[in-house]
């Protein structure tokens, strides 16, 4: 079982970008779930996390630009990115905090260049 990510794309410098996850109820309940990055021969590196209460945290690189979200509803978690920059740039992923290994999925691809 996997997590599939997605909404990612080329943006230029300074926009926005919002991501998606959906997850099985099985993954998603009661859990931390969270958002991951690797950059090009860079390691997998945690972004930012939220609670099934809805408490966040988030990595000092995007503190104030990302906001991490989710719908309990919908066993969905979101990342809003905002002001992105190009060391953004990277395969964005969807795990549990802390990551489970089966649950890595493919991402969803984040490039920021003019």
């Known amino acids: 079982v996997q997590l599939q990510a997605s909404g990612g794309g080329l943006v230029q410098p300074g926009g926005s970008l919002r991501l998606s996850c959906a997850a099985s109820g099985s993954i998603f309940n009661g859990y931390v779930m969270g958002w991951y990055r690797q950059a090009p021969e860079k390691q997998r590196e945690w972004v930012a996390g939220?609670?099934?209460?809805?408490?966040?945290n988030y990595a000092d690189s995007v503190l104030g630009r990302f906001t991490i979200s989710r719908d309990n509803a919908k066993n969905t978690v979101y990342l809003q990115m905002s002001s992105l920059k190009p060391e953004d740039t990277a395969v964005y992923y969807c795990?549990?905090?802390?990551?489970?290994?089966?649950?890595w999925g493919q991402g969803t691809q984040v490039t920021v260049s003019s």
């Open positions: 939220v609670t099934s209460a809805g408490t966040t």
């Open positions: 795990n549990r905090v802390p990551a489970r290994s089966q649950y």
